[in-house]
Protein backbone atom coordinates (compact mmCIF):
# COMPACT_ATOMS: atom_id res chain seq x y z
CA UNK A 1 0.00 0.00 0.00
CA UNK A 2 1.30 3.54 -0.82
CA UNK A 3 0.32 6.58 0.49
CA UNK A 4 0.99 10.13 -1.14
CA UNK A 5 1.25 13.47 0.00
CA UNK A 6 1.03 16.57 -1.91
CA UNK A 7 2.45 19.79 -1.52
CA UNK A 8 3.37 23.20 -3.13
CA UNK A 9 0.45 24.57 -4.42
CA UNK A 10 -0.61 28.23 -4.13
CA UNK A 11 -1.31 31.00 -5.69
CA UNK A 12 0.35 32.39 -8.54
CA UNK A 13 0.04 34.67 -11.44
CA UNK A 14 -0.36 33.96 -15.07
CA UNK A 15 2.58 33.48 -16.71
CA UNK A 16 4.57 32.13 -13.30
CA UNK A 17 5.48 28.59 -12.43
CA UNK A 18 5.02 26.44 -9.67
CA UNK A 19 6.78 23.07 -8.46
CA UNK A 20 4.34 20.24 -7.00
CA UNK A 21 6.02 17.59 -5.05
CA UNK A 22 4.48 14.10 -3.88
CA UNK A 23 5.97 12.54 -1.41
CA UNK A 24 5.17 8.25 -1.09
CA UNK A 25 5.28 6.14 1.75
CA UNK A 26 6.71 2.94 1.61
CA UNK A 27 9.87 1.55 0.42
CA UNK A 28 8.59 -0.08 -3.23
CA UNK A 29 7.57 3.21 -4.43
CA UNK A 30 10.06 2.48 -7.83
CA UNK A 31 7.21 -0.46 -8.31
CA UNK A 32 4.49 2.29 -9.49
CA UNK A 33 4.23 4.09 -12.11
CA UNK A 34 2.81 7.38 -11.09
CA UNK A 35 0.70 10.31 -12.74
CA UNK A 36 -0.66 13.51 -12.04
CA UNK A 37 -4.29 14.84 -12.44
CA UNK A 38 -6.00 17.94 -11.67
CA UNK A 39 -9.64 19.05 -11.50
CA UNK A 40 -11.08 22.53 -12.12
CA UNK A 41 -14.12 23.61 -10.25
CA UNK A 42 -16.89 22.14 -11.93
CA UNK A 43 -15.46 20.35 -14.39
CA UNK A 44 -14.31 16.09 -14.10
CA UNK A 45 -10.74 15.27 -13.18
CA UNK A 46 -8.50 15.21 -16.23
CA UNK A 47 -5.19 13.26 -16.88
CA UNK A 48 -1.93 16.03 -17.21
CA UNK A 49 1.32 13.82 -17.01
CA UNK A 50 2.69 10.47 -16.47
CA UNK A 51 5.84 8.71 -15.84
CA UNK A 52 7.10 5.19 -15.81
CA UNK A 53 8.72 3.51 -13.21
CA UNK A 54 12.14 4.55 -14.30
CA UNK A 55 11.30 7.85 -14.92
CA UNK A 56 12.52 7.05 -18.20
CA UNK A 57 9.10 7.48 -20.50
CA UNK A 58 6.72 10.41 -19.83
CA UNK A 59 3.36 11.71 -21.38
CA UNK A 60 1.60 14.28 -21.24
CA UNK A 61 -1.52 16.31 -21.98
CA UNK A 62 -2.03 18.11 -24.88
CA UNK A 63 -2.98 21.02 -23.01
CA UNK A 64 0.15 20.81 -20.37
CA UNK A 65 2.37 20.00 -23.25
CA UNK A 66 5.52 22.18 -23.43
CA UNK A 67 4.91 23.63 -20.34
CA UNK A 68 4.76 21.09 -17.40
CA UNK A 69 7.77 18.49 -16.64
CA UNK A 70 7.10 15.35 -14.59
CA UNK A 71 10.14 13.90 -12.74
CA UNK A 72 11.06 11.68 -9.98
CA UNK A 73 13.54 10.60 -7.38
CA UNK A 74 12.83 6.97 -6.55
CA UNK A 75 15.63 7.35 -4.01
CA UNK A 76 13.44 10.18 -2.38
CA UNK A 77 10.08 8.57 -2.76
CA UNK A 78 8.99 11.88 -4.72
CA UNK A 79 7.14 12.40 -8.29
CA UNK A 80 7.49 16.54 -9.12
CA UNK A 81 5.46 18.41 -11.78
CA UNK A 82 7.58 21.60 -12.86
CA UNK A 83 4.82 23.93 -14.42
CA UNK A 84 5.88 26.68 -16.21
CA UNK A 85 3.83 30.04 -17.78
CA UNK A 86 0.70 29.25 -16.29
CA UNK A 87 -2.77 29.97 -17.86
CA UNK A 88 -5.63 30.80 -15.34
CA UNK A 89 -7.10 27.44 -17.17
CA UNK A 90 -4.59 25.76 -15.25
CA UNK A 91 -6.57 26.57 -11.98
CA UNK A 92 -7.64 23.74 -10.18
CA UNK A 93 -7.30 20.73 -7.59
CA UNK A 94 -3.53 18.67 -8.78
CA UNK A 95 -3.91 15.19 -7.72
CA UNK A 96 -0.67 12.50 -7.73
CA UNK A 97 -1.93 9.04 -8.39
CA UNK A 98 0.36 5.81 -8.17
CA UNK A 99 -0.42 2.80 -10.79
CA UNK A 100 0.15 -0.67 -10.05
CA UNK A 101 -1.62 -2.46 -12.46
CA UNK A 102 -0.26 -5.20 -14.52
CA UNK A 103 -0.79 -3.90 -17.72
CA UNK A 104 2.70 -3.46 -19.46
CA UNK A 105 2.05 -0.06 -20.82
CA UNK A 106 5.52 2.35 -19.51
CA UNK A 107 3.15 5.21 -18.55
CA UNK A 108 -0.43 5.16 -17.49
CA UNK A 109 -3.03 8.09 -18.60
CA UNK A 110 -6.42 6.29 -17.72
CA UNK A 111 -7.50 7.25 -14.55
CA UNK A 112 -9.09 4.19 -13.51
CA UNK A 113 -5.75 1.90 -13.25
CA UNK A 114 -4.19 4.43 -10.44
CA UNK A 115 -5.21 2.47 -7.34
CA UNK A 116 -3.50 5.41 -5.12
CA UNK A 117 -4.41 9.06 -4.40
CA UNK A 118 -3.66 11.81 -2.54
CA UNK A 119 -5.49 14.17 -1.12
CA UNK A 120 -4.71 17.13 -3.72
CA UNK A 121 -3.12 20.47 -3.69
CA UNK A 122 -4.69 23.61 -4.76
CA UNK A 123 -3.52 25.84 -7.83
CA UNK A 124 -4.84 28.97 -8.27
CA UNK A 125 -3.76 31.09 -11.64
CA UNK A 126 -4.92 34.57 -11.20
CA UNK A 127 -4.99 36.58 -14.81
Known amino acids: QVQLVESGGGLVQAGGSLRLSCAAS????????MGWFRQAPGKEREFVAAISRSGGSTYYADSVKGRFTISRDNAKNTVYLQMNSLKPEDTAVYYCAASSTPYQSKVVVTESLYDYWGQGTQVTVSS
Open 26 to 33: GRTFGNYR
